[in-house]
């Protein structure tokens, strides 16, 4: 999915619902890992237009989400102007909020209509890995 324009020029989103199986952390499975834990996340991922990395990180995502016990909405946010990415605090696409937090944040990144770069256990990316996104989700679940 994406954010399409309505005709009035107003921005709509797009949503999926996944409903996934247990969180996998290590070699071993936690057969309960989110008693009295928040189970339901919105994450947004915001892009720009032409950018080959947001569709990545959808993929990373959607597999890390099926190693957790949650149920997720996904936010599809295009940002098409440097107003817009001054409006929502972008720092580059892709950029993914995790209930509204940017688990990759860096505070001293502009906001602009940039491709974002990410450091990795592998070098500089386009794209956090999935470990690092599996580990925010499940750090963000535990409420860390």
């Not at 020029?9 to 008693?35: A, H, W």
């Not at 237009?49 to 149920?71: F, H, M, R, S, Y």
């Not at 944040?105 to 794209?127: K, M, Q, V, W």
């Amino acid at each position: 999915g994406h954010v399409r324009p309505k005709a009035d020029g107003r921005l709509s989103r797009e949503s999926r619902r996944l409903r996934v199986g247990s969180i996998t952390i290590g070699t071993g499975t936690l057969s309960d890992p989110l008693k009295g834990c928040h189970s339901m996340i919105q994450i947004t991922l915001q892009y720009f237009d032409g950018c080959p990395n947001w569709k990545v990180l959808d993929a990373t995502l959607a597999t890390a989400i099926a190693g957790l016990d949650i149920e997720a909405t996904v936010d599809y946010h295009l940002i098409d102007t440097p107003q817009a990415a001054e409006e929502f605090g972008f720092r580059g696409s892709p950029t993914v909020l995790l209930d509204g937090v940017d688990p990759f944040a860096d505070p001293d990144a502009p906001f602009g209509l940039t491709c974002r770069i990410y450091r990795t256990e592998t070098g500089l990316t386009g794209t956090p890995s999935a470990k690092q996104v599996h580990s925010a989700l499940a750090a963000h679940l535990r409420g860390s």
